[in-house]
């Protein structure tokens, strides 16, 4: 029979689906790749013990005195992983009778939970962050950046990975909004970041921050959302098992459950490498 469930068949349609969800989840998350990255897979436990090391002064010395000790005291952070899972239940008619790639859309669908939930709860972090600008009844503003920026440099924040700002898309538009003068006579030159803004709608990069914007950029209360300037080490994701698909095979209801689950840990590491932006993310 042509549409029999045969092994060869179940296995094209789990490797269409294990790819299409991995080549989704790392396309779609945003946030991920700008926080610092923590790979315990393999390892036992589930929690990782991050060492924050302090920072040190070094001092005029006169010659041929001896030096003092430095003290040099590390702490640390605490990771721990936990696990979440989606599962899609596949009905054989569903799949004889559809056109496209289900396998495919599936692993897609499976890929952008998983990117959309770690990206979440990264985004959730912002808001703990001790130092914060602007008010929920406000918009973002350019000088919101610039001072955010200003602040990380004075903290000392590592700029080797360079400093990221993660906008609601909202809280973007009214930056953009800002940037290209929009809704008013135009009395002046646009910035370059003006103009990229207004030509493709991408911001790019103020003060040396790179903008990013997602729309899991939340808040606690309705219409006002926290983003944040960082820096790479203010946050850190800790994966302790990557995204798995798995199946299993329903016969009495004729289906076939896919299932994908992954474990991993957020956490915030130096306070004083992030700046929470509060501001409205609404439209108006």
Wanted: glycine share 10%; proline share 2%; charged share 15%.
């Amino acid at each position: 029979m042509a549409d029999e469930a045969t092994g060869a068949v179940l296995s094209e349609l789990y490797a269409n689906i294990v790819q299409s969800a991995l080549y989704t989840m790392n396309e779609k998350t945003i946030i991920r790749p700008l926080v610092r990255n923590y790979d315990m897979s393999g390892t036992p436990g589930l929690t990782a013990q991050v060492p924050i090391y302090p920072t040190v002064a070094a001092a005029a010395v006169a010659d041929g005195t001896d030096l003092a000790n430095t003290a040099f005291n590390t702490t640390s952070k605490t990771i721990t992983a936990s696990e979440i899972g989606v599962m899609v239940e596949l009905t054989d008619l569903a799949a004889e009778g559809a056109t496209d790639d289900v396998a495919a859309a599936i692993g897609r669908q499976l890929g952008s939970a998983m990117a959309e939930k770690v990206d979440t709860d990264l985004a959730g972090l912002f808001s703990g962050f001790s130092t914060s600008l602007g008010t929920g009844d406000s918009e973002i503003t350019a000088d919101m950046i610039f001072q955010a920026a200003a602040t990380l440099r004075s903290n000392n924040a590592d700029q080797n990975g360079g400093y990221v700002c993660l906008l609601h898309p909202f809280q973007a538009y009214q930056l953009k909004k800002q940037l290209t003068n929009v809704g008013a006579t135009m009395s002046h030159s646009l910035s370059d970041v003006g103009n990229n803004a207004l030509r493709d709608g991408f911001l790019g990069k103020i003060a040396g921050v790179d903008i990013f914007e997602s729309n899991v950029v939340s808040g606690a209360s309705a219409g006002a959302y926290v983003g944040a300037v960082m820096s790479t080490d203010a946050l850190g994701y800790m994966v302790k098992r990557s995204m798995r698909i798995e199946t299993e095979r329903n016969a009495s209801k004729r289906s076939l459950e896919i299932v994908g689950s992954m474990a991993y840990g957020v956490s915030e590491l130096f306070d004083q490498y992030g700046v929470g932006l509060v501001a409205d993310a609404q439209i108006a």
